[in-house]
């Protein structure tokens, strides 16, 4: 079994940062990708970024230029930079981690607030 824990979420102004971290229980080299998701009250959950062992990113259009994902492999992190923060960015966001050729599976976090206010 796989946990990520994630932290870092908070409340934070429009036009502030905040820094996510998710730490898993495994090396995330075996990971065939991971990523956040968010999901806003009323919507569905939402892909945010994604990064594979490649290092090759993809970001939703509403966050491209002011999000960045990224892993540390040695300490098994993966981050989310989030600058310039609006009110649209007020989610909970979740870890994510692609496991299935290694570890048997897809594994989530339990979510961590983030609330941006005007």
């Known amino acids: 079994q796989v946990q990520l824990l994630e932290s870092g979420g908070g409340t934070v102004q429009a036009g502030g940062s905040l820094r996510l971290s998710c730490s898993a229980s495994?090396?995330?080299?075996?990971?065939?990708?991971m990523g956040w998701f968010r999901q806003a009250p009323g919507k569905q959950r939402e892909s945010v970024a994604l990064?594979?062992?490649?290092?090759?990113?993809n970001y939703t259009d509403a966050v491209k230029g002011r999000f960045t994902i990224s892993r540390d492999n040695a300490e098994n992190i993966l981050y989310l930079q989030m600058n310039s923060l609006n009110a649209e960015d007020t989610a909970v966001y979740y870890c994510?981690?692609?496991?299935?050729?290694?570890?048997?599976?897809?594994?989530w976090g339990q979510g961590t607030q983030v609330t941006v206010s005007s």
């Open positions: 495994r090396n995330i080299f075996g990971f065939n990708s």
């Open positions: 994510f981690a692609d496991g299935r050729t290694l570890y048997g599976g897809e594994f």
């Open positions: 990064i594979n062992n490649s290092r090759r990113t």
